[in-house]
């Protein structure tokens, strides 16, 4: 079986490098078969991350400010295709600041999260 470069076909591997590595929260879509099958042919570096840890990632705040921002369009997306429209609409416009926030936030998000053993945060 040929092996597959991702990077040659995701944007975002292409902006970032082959030495990215994925963090994923091992919710069981990230860990089926066809993805684990796609993620070693294409070997891409995957985070070790154990099961039931908190939620640190800021990616999650991400996508959810891009699921209001799709939701305010009226009436719903028509097809995929809208939707994939739309998503991509609203990602680029996402204002940058709000970005850099999530980012800069990881060092508070670490130390509550140690604060609090591994538990609630406000994050």
């Known amino acids: ?12 591997g292409q902006a970032i490098g082959p030495r990215a590595i994925l963090q994923d929260d091992n919710a069981p879509p990230h860990r089926s078969a066809a993805v684990n099958t796609f993620i070693q042919l ?7 991350w154990p099961a ?8 999650e705040h ?7 921002r799709v939701q305010q369009h009226h009436p719903p997306p028509a097809n995929l295709g809208q939707l994939l429209q ?15 926030n999530l980012i ?12 609090h053993n591994g538990g609630h945060t406000r994050y």
């Open 104 to 115: 800069h936030s990881m060092h508070q998000r670490c130390v509550e999260c140690l604060a």
């Open 62 to 68: 991400m996508w959810d400010e891009l699921c209001r």
């Open 42 to 48: 294409a070997r891409v570096n995957r985070m070790l």
């Open 52 to 59: 039931n840890s908190p939620d640190l990632n800021p990616i």
């Open 1 to 12: 079986m040929r092996s597959c470069n991702p990077w040659s076909f995701q944007p975002s």
């Open 86 to 100: 739309w998503l991509q609409q609203e990602w680029n416009g996402v204002p940058r600041a709000f970005i850099y």
